[in-house]
């Protein structure tokens, strides 16, 4: 299984951006698909779910500005951000979670950056 993101960019405080992760398979294969982000010097954090069933989740810093969209049936599974903040600034990672009977499986995608200006 490959992830790929890609939306990232250069956007000033206060402003949008929207990031799409594509799979090479169908999204409605996994049990849960989400956003993580990686800010220097600090640990990996998660940003945003959403299950097969359609429940979402958010990091209580971006609960409000943030929302993830796409997966199931689909292919792609996006993030639109409002209202950045510099501290939104980030590597953003795309992150699939398969449930096997005997084991459960994960799958990284590259990151896309994400750099809000002051």
């Known amino acids: 299984v490959q992830l790929q993101a890609s939306g990232g960019g250069l956007v000033q405080s206060g402003g949008s951006l929207r990031l799409s992760c594509a799979a090479s398979?169908?999204?409605?294969?996994?049990?849960?698909v989400g956003w993580y982000r990686q800010q220097t010097g600090k640990q990996r954090e998660l940003v945003a779910t959403l299950s097969r069933s359609g429940i979402s989740t958010y990091a209580d810093p971006v609960k409000g500005r943030f929302t993830i969209s796409g997966g199931q049936y689909q292919n792609t599974v996006d993030l639109q951000m409002s209202s950045l903040q510099p501290e939104d600034t980030a590597v953003y990672s795309c992150?699939?979670?398969?449930?096997?009977?005997?084991?459960?499986?994960?799958?990284w995608g590259q990151g896309t950056l994400v750099t809000v200006s002051s």
């Open positions: 992150y699939a979670r398969r449930a096997l009977v005997s084991q459960t499986l994960e799958y």
């Open positions: 398979e169908s999204f409605s294969s996994f049990n849960v």
